[in-house]
């Protein structure tokens, strides 16, 4: 997706809470876990939200840190 749109993995955000999205978590311009994610996931993350994916986490975070 990346090059197909010219842009690299540091112009990336993405989200996750699990051992299965630690390497994304790693490997994006800013990763975010989900504030109910685990312990060795949110310590391989940019950001922690303050809301869980049931508390709408993800369109809070996009909201409040990166559209303001």
Known sequence: VCDSHSFTMD?????GDAANDRDMLEKAGLG???INGDDVTKSVSDDITKYDN?????AKYIE???IK
């Open 11 to 15: 112009n990336v955000c993405v989200f």
């Open 32 to 34: 975010v876990c989900m």
């Open 54 to 58: 049931n508390h709408d986490g993800v």
């Open 64 to 66: 409040e840190c990166i």
